[in-house]
């Protein structure tokens, strides 16, 4: 695997979207030539760098010149520019007969869709390959009339490992079958002849379309779906009495957004990151590092191409036969610096893979011929032949049982039937069937353009804006339209799926102009983030929440032209805006400074929330969600998780982000086989359903946040403080010392007289002190195994105390630590940052008591909140006060006690009527320095106070 040709790598960073812009995001990303820069501005981590075969900078330096973004130096890269270096070699590839591959990747909104499709004027690789293709088919047919040249659509996506045919009529998961000669291919997948690339736009309509409604199906707010676009350019050429035909397989790859994960500073386990987000992406992950590490020249590198269906599916592409191109796009926001990062250095590693691509070229005769006679072979193995295993099985494969073998040749003999009849049938024939087939369809989109232009409607909003406005549902005059799921009697006028759909869920109707809803009794509606009942108009532009994941948007062409005339301009709201409008999160310019990532997640993890939520209560599975807010570790910040209490055990535990997200995958695809009547659900062991945590499982007491700023000063720190939930209840008290010490490990104290003024003259110095947890008090009995954990300063590693059972448990805790030398960076962290020390215990479960046949949705409704936003914020703030005006006083104390000692030289100049000191300038620095010192503390009590009363 060592020869070949590399993989081609380019990144592209675009301008800061409004809502970056909103949160006062600052650019951390910069390029010089093929190489690109990235730097934590929150962190402080140093400046990393990467080299590709193309950075592309198209943040700024552009002007829109009629519609078109025209650079305005040479630095702006813009859609021309991409093209001339990726997408002229893919096309040149394909005429020569080469299987190509393109990938997008990156975040979701991170600018992937507008470097692959774009918009308006600004096209996209796709569109310029495909219409670079139809006109140089239409030449060199004029050229060769005898040749044929034809191209042929297919798309398809993967979703939770299913494979979908995203034209098929149904939503049908395909089977992934493989060969010796084929490789792995989708039995089934629909392959449609296309003439132009406006059939092309308009057989992509069509995918996008069937996306949407099924992601809706799927309940999934944002599908994280992989798509994948195969054109097929197939050259039939008349050659010296022979004809040939040569093929090119052209793969356009949307990969889904990766999501945020935690670092972990390591390039190998950042690859890793995907697992906590999608099987797939961390599946293509684990397979570029095995491919690059075989392009390195290591021996026996097993490929796990096996352990994924995009993986399988993308196998040519990555591993064999395929020159493949991947563009990475990247946000070059602060906030999103994690992902941008991850996206960088997954780049970074598929850069180093190599593929060898050959010409797909035979005499055309000679491929039927051998289509034929394999299809013979097949016919006669499954009808009681000698089965040849080799045909449909890899080298590297465990073995197969023989009905996993008989389906495999089955499905290896349909596809050969369908590529012979292919190739025997005229290409015209082909051609006019499909374009018979997309008439009436073209037909519908034109009859929904006109009526969108008239008649007032809801169109669909989505995460992912490729997904807008695919799903529309009119309001004709007059009419009385009901609302619910499929299978009503009589059935509902608009028939919607999703999640927490009631059978009849409300009526919108039309008269003269006016939409009126009535809403049904316990259905879940929302308007512009309100939740509602009863009756209401709704307006042009008001946002339509109908269960947990249907988002609309309500338009009305009467009532804008007349707000238009008027002088009135609409707001246009975006998914985000309207989720954010249902978590009653304000703009960035409202969210306090290091709290915009907080914000965010929030945001993102409201509908989740209420998805999973619902998925519980349908299946009821007796366990509810919230959103939590905890203060990060380190960090005078708060971060979101997600609590996971269990109402057969009045349990709770907590989940991070990436974890809550890994299990809502597992969640959606128990839901989907509920749903579809399969039973095979309620089988799953405990140890595997999502729904379900061990309850031996460790979980988080509640915290304390210290102030370590007295060590700055050398002080000692002696605090007794509460230990507070995510809910901001009081679980007990936690005493905490820490004492500055000398070399030999004794405490510095008052009589040492070491006086330190500013803590930054300590740098160079070394800084150790001991750390006491002596013990808790009042800790709930239900908690048994309890101890403490912190990370200290750079530590990776906690450091835990012994484990107590009892309500006061005694843990004589002491460890050293240092610092040797001092450097401003630890400065800093003595400053700004705090000590968060985590009380950890094992629950002891509560049985649910005996005759309670309550279901989780009456369980919900006990306490049911109509907004997903957090239970509580926990505010790490008071705690910190607190240890800091402690610090302070000590301080004062230390500066009086100096102070006094100079008021004794002063006294003594007087009595000895000395001349060489001025009695009245050392009274002035004594008075400014005790109220400058007054002035702090009272400060601080103020805060203090002020945070009490909130």
Request: proline letters at 3%.
């Amino acid at each position: 695997m060592a020869e070949g040709e590399s993989v081609k790598v380019a990144v592209r960073v675009r301008p800061f979207n409004s809502r970056e812009k909103q949160m006062n995001a600052k650019l951390c990303i910069r390029m010089e030539g093929a190489t690109t820069y990235i730097n934590d501005l929150e962190g402080g981590d140093e400046e990393k760098f990467f080299t590709f075969d193309y950075s592309y900078w198209s943040y700024d330096g552009f002007d829109d010149i009629d519609g078109y973004l025209t650079p305005s130096n040479d630095h702006y890269a813009d859609q021309k520019k991409v093209f001339d270096d990726v997408g002229v070699g893919i096309r040149d590839n394909s005429w020569n007969g080469f299987n190509c591959s393109l990938f997008a990747y990156g975040q979701t909104g991170s600018g992937k869709s507008y470097s692959i499709i774009g918009y308006g004027k600004n096209k996209g690789v796709v569109p310029l390959y495909c219409e670079d293709l139809f006109v140089k088919m239409a030449e060199l047919q004029q050229e060769n009339p005898d040749n044929q040249y034809q191209v042929q659509f297919a798309m398809l996506e993967i979703y939770n490992e299913s494979v979908f045919d995203l034209l098929a009529g149904n939503r049908k998961a395909l089977k992934i079958r493989q060969s010796k000669q084929r490789g792995f291919f989708v039995q089934g997948l629909k392959k449609t002849p296309v003439g132009s690339y406006k059939e092309i736009e308009d057989r992509m309509a069509e995918g996008t379309a069937n996306r949407t409604v099924a992601a809706t199906k799927m309940n999934a707010t944002s599908s994280r779906a992989h798509t994948v676009v195969e054109l097929t350019l197939t050259q039939k050429i008349k050659t010296g009495g022979a004809n040939m035909t040569k093929t090119s397989v052209v793969n356009l790859v949307d990969l889904a957004g990766s999501e945020r994960a935690a670092s972990t500073g390591a390039t190998g386990a950042t690859l890793k990151q995907g697992a906590a987000i999608n099987k797939s992406l961390s599946a293509l992950g684990n397979v570029i590092a095995a491919l690059a590490s075989a392009s390195e020249g290591k021996k026996k590198v097993i490929v796990p191409f096996r352990d994924s269906s995009l993986t399988m599916i993308l196998k040519n592409a990555l591993g064999g036969n395929s020159k493949t191109v991947m563009i990475a796009a990247l946000s070059p926001a602060s906030v999103n610096y994690e992902e941008t990062l991850s996206t960088l250095r997954f780049a970074d590693r598929a850069k180093q893979i190599k593929t060898k691509a050959t010409v797909n070229e035979s005499p055309t005769d000679k491929l039927i011929r051998e289509l034929k006679e394999e299809n013979d072979k097949l016919k006669k193995m499954l009808e009681g032949g000698v089965i040849d295993k080799s045909m449909v099985k890899d080298d590297d494969e465990d073995d197969i049982s023989d009905e996993e073998v008989q389906a495999r040749l089955q499905a290896l003999m349909e596809e050969n039937n369908a590529e012979k009849a292919s190739m025997e049938q005229e290409w015209k024939e082909k051609l006019e069937e499909a374009q018979k087939a997309i008439e009436a369809l073209k037909a519908e989109q034109s009859r929904k353009q006109e009526m969108m232009k008239t008649t007032p409607h809801i169109m669909n909003l989505n995460d992912d804006e490729q997904l807008c406005g695919m799903i529309v549902f009119f309001f004709e005059d007059g009419s009385e339209n009901k609302v619910g799921t499929k299978g009503a009697e009589p059935p509902n006028d608009i028939e919607l799926s999703g999640l927490e759909i009631e059978t009849s869920h409300c009526t919108i109707s039309h008269s003269d102009g006016k939409l009126l809803m009535v809403v049904a009794e316990e259905a879940k509606v929302y308007v512009n983030g309100e939740y509602v009942s009863g009756k209401l108009e709704l307006m042009h532009g008001d946002r339509l929440l109908l269960g947990t994941n249907n988002m609309f948007t309500v338009v009305n062409p009467g009532e804008k032209e007349t707000a238009e005339k008027a002088g009135i301009t609409y707001h246009k709201f975006t998914y985000h805006d309207a989720m954010a409008e249902i978590q009653n999160l304000g703009s960035g310019d409202d969210a306090q400074k290091g709290e915009e990532l907080l914000q965010q997640d929030i945001a993102e993890l409201g509908p989740m929330i209420g998805e999973v939520n619902a998925m519980s209560c349908a299946m009821d599975k007796k366990v509810k969600f919230d959103i939590v807010v905890m203060p990060e570790e380190g960090k005078r910040r708060r971060t979101a998780m997600v609590s996971m209490f269990s109402y057969l055990t009045s349990c709770s535990y907590l989940l991070s982000r990436e974890e809550f997200i890994s299990r809502k995958y597992k969640m959606e695809e128990m839901y989907q086989q509920f749903v579809e009547g399969d039973e095979t659900w309620k089988s799953v062991p405990s140890s595997e359903d999502p729904f379900v945590e061990d309850e031996n499982k460790e979980t988080t007491i509640g915290t304390v946040s210290i102030s370590l700023k007295s060590l700055g000063y050398l002080f000692e720190q002696e605090q007794t403080l509460t230990i507070t939930n995510y809910q901001g209840a009081q679980k007990g008290e936690l005493r905490v010392e820490y004492y500055p010490t000398k070399e030999d490990g004794s405490i510095i104290t008052e009589e040492d007289d070491i006086f330190v003024d500013d803590p930054d003259t300590l740098v160079g110095q070394p800084l150790r002190f001991s750390l006491k947890i002596p013990y808790a008090r009042g800790v709930p009995k239900r908690f048994e195994n309890v101890y403490c954990r912190y990370r200290y300063f750079l530590d990776t590693e906690y450091t835990t105390t012994g484990q107590v059972t009892g309500q006061n448990p005694e843990f004589n805790f002491t460890q050293n630590h240092s610092c040797v030398p001092v450097t401003d960076q630890f400065i800093d962290y003595l400053e700004k940052q705090s000590l968060v020390i985590e009380v950890m215990g094992t629950q002891i479960p509560v049985p649910v008591k005996p005759g309670d046949q309550r279901t989780t949705k009456q369980l919900m409704a006990s306490n049911f909140s109509v907004n997903q936003t957090p239970v509580a914020l926990m505010d790490p703030e008071k705690q910190m006060i607190m240890s800091e005006l402690e610090s302070t006083k000590r301080r004062a104390k230390k500066q009086q006690n100096k102070l006094i000692k100079v008021q004794e030289l002063i006294d003594a100049a007087k009595n000895e009527q000395s001349e060489t000191i001025s009695v009245a300038d050392l009274q002035r620095i004594l008075e400014s320095n005790a109220d400058s010192m007054g002035i702090a503390v009272a400060g601080l009590l103020a805060a203090l106070k002020f945070k009490t009363r909130q």
